[in-house]
């Protein structure tokens, strides 16, 4: 089996997994599988044995042709295609866990640093959804971009305008972890909301060093790989 491991190197000897099997279909690039060792890769949308479509993640190894889903799968969402259900796990679950901690109220104001972001992008579209009044600070090139994921308006870089809370993606707040979440949520919100997700750059299996190259890079939502 073909899959992507440190350094990156394409190998096509992986074991086969056992288990609920998922057939990828669709994966993404996040900070995290820059650091990663063995098979690389987190998120994941794809088919089970059983033809059901499905998105989750696992701790490692999803940039491969068949993974073995752990706890955090769900049915994809009915709204999202496979590329963007592959994009939508680990930033999603993440910025939906950082978003329902602070207990928003309609009317409140939000700051959320690294707004144009995987996780940020997200955050912007949940913040908007509950009624809050979203400022995100951002280069020129990104107003358009969060004022239509529903930011009321977009602030220079630096600035820090006072708000009821601030949601930061630069330097995350210790203990606000994905796992810490539930996918079955995640896709009830984005399917209730029609939350969407950015997929600014698009990558096909073959050219995982090329999706990893470009992750840091200014970026607009999520870099995609199928």
Same mark, same amino acid.
């Given at each position: 089996m073909k899959g992507w491991v440190a350094g990156p190197q394409l190998r096509d000897d992986l074991a086969e997994p056992t288990g609920n099997v998922v057939a990828v279909r669709a994966t993404s690039v996040n900070n995290v599988d820059r650091f990663t060792d063995g098979v690389l890769g987190h998120d994941f949308?794809?088919?089970?044995?059983?033809?059901?479509? &499905?998105?989750? =993640? &696992?701790?490692?190894? @999803?940039?491969?042709?068949?993974?073995?889903?752990?706890d955090? &799968?769900?049915? +994809?969402? +009915?709204?999202?295609?496979?590329?963007?259900?592959?994009?939508?796990? !680990?930033?999603?679950? =993440?910025?939906? &866990?950082?978003?329902?901690?602070?207990?928003?109220?309609?009317?409140?104001?939000?700051?959320?640093?690294? @707004?144009?972001?995987?996780?940020g992008s997200f955050a912007v579209q949940l913040c908007a959804a509950a009624?809050?009044?979203?400022?995100?600070?951002?280069?020129?090139?990104?107003?358009?971009?969060?004022?239509?994921?529903?930011?009321?308006?977009? !602030?220079?870089?630096?600035?820090?305008?006072?708000?009821?809370?601030?949601?930061?993606?630069?330097?995350?707040?210790?203990?606000?972890?994905?796992?810490s979440g539930s996918m079955a949520r995640l896709a009830e919100v984005i399917d209730a909301h029609s939350i969407r997700v950015p997929i600014c750059e698009a990558f096909n299996f073959g050219e995982v060093p090329d999706a990893l190259a470009a992750f840091g890079d200014h970026k607009q939502g999520k870099l995609s790989i199928m």
């Open positions: 949308a794809g088919v089970t044995e059983d033809g059901a479509e &499905v998105f989750g =993640f &696992v701790w490692g190894g @999803a940039w491969a042709e068949r993974i073995s889903a752990g955090f &799968v769900a049915p +994809k969402p +009915k709204s999202l295609s496979m590329a963007e259900a592959g994009a939508a796990p !680990v930033a999603g679950l =993440f910025a939906l &866990v950082y978003v329902e901690s602070l207990g928003l109220r309609a009317g409140e104001s939000v700051l959320i640093l690294g @707004a144009n972001g995987g996780a009624g809050a009044t979203v400022i995100a600070p951002g280069l020129a090139i990104d107003e358009a971009f969060l004022k239509g994921l529903g930011a009321s308006a977009v !602030v220079p870089r630096g600035e820090r305008p006072e708000t009821d809370h601030v949601i930061d993606f630069v330097t995350p707040a210790p203990g606000i972890r994905a796992a």
